[in-house]
């Protein structure tokens, strides 16, 4: 049995592992993506060593063994599933189911996961087009063909596949914009020189920095 904290560690070495292409994640890593004390981390992943659930090395970091990392791809499946149930079932904004999913996960059955999976018709990614793990540990959906909103050039048609922050204040900027999951727009003008990217959006034009447009991954139309 894990507890709520051990698996908010293993799913979070997990994500930071996915974003960084590394098996391997830091003390400093873990303590900004937890918003802890590197020192608090350090006893956790010691914790997590003698579970079996990682390898920690001093001043190296971290690195799920294979049972840590199927509790993480457990964690990551609920917790993504159920912000799209949320999202599907209860008309909920993808700036409003993270919180809600995080203290779900932890309580709901592995059985009512599946059955979710099931109504939802087997779905590949989540609100925030986030893969979602299959019940063997698969990544589902093809996360490889986006590429960010900065390296698109004028002129060209784009659809939203992907929103790599999912901060809610910034979420909720995104739907107040005119941007969701699959929205087609038209960039009007990319200049790196600026640093901004204006798209059009539902008949309006919507400017946005690169540091912004750059947590939207995109495909071409």
């Not at 873990?30 to 997590?48: F, I, Q």
């Not at 986030?130 to 900065?150: F, H, K, Q, V, Y």
């Not at 050039?153 to 909720?172: A, H, K, M, P």
């Not at 204006?198 to 947590?215: C, F, I, S, Y």
Request: charged residues 25%; contains cysteine; proline residues 5%.
């Amino acid at each position: 049995m894990t507890t709520l904290t051990v698996e908010n560690y293993l799913k979070t070495t997990l994500l930071t592992c996915l974003k960084t292409g590394s098996d391997w994640v830091t003390t400093g890593q873990l303590a900004v993506a937890m918003s802890v004390a590197p020192g608090t981390v350090t006893s956790m992943l010691k914790t997590l060593s003698e579970t079996g659930h990682a390898d920690y090395r001093p001043y190296e970091g971290v690195r799920l063994t294979d049972s840590g990392r199927e509790v993480a791809l457990r964690m990551l499946r609920r917790h993504r599933l159920i912000e799209l149930f949320l999202v599907k079932t209860l008309n909920l904004d993808w700036d409003q189911v993270h919180e809600e999913a995080e203290n779900m996960e932890h309580a709901v059955s592995d059985n009512l996961v599946d059955r979710m999976d099931e109504f939802l018709g087997r779905p590949v990614v989540d609100p925030h087009g986030d893969p979602i793990p299959s019940a063997d540990g698969a990544m589902r959906g093809n996360p490889e063909r986006a590429i960010p909103l900065t390296s698109v050039s004028s002129g060209t048609r784009i659809r939203i596949v992907r929103v790599t922050d999912q901060e809610g204040d910034f979420l909720r900027f995104l739907r107040e914009s005119g941007f969701s999951l699959h929205k087609e727009c038209h960039v009007v003008h990319n200049s790196p020189e600026a640093g901004i990217v204006t798209t059009e959006v539902d008949g309006r034009q919507v400017t946005l920095g690169h540091p912004v447009a750059q947590q939207l991954l995109v495909e071409l139309v």
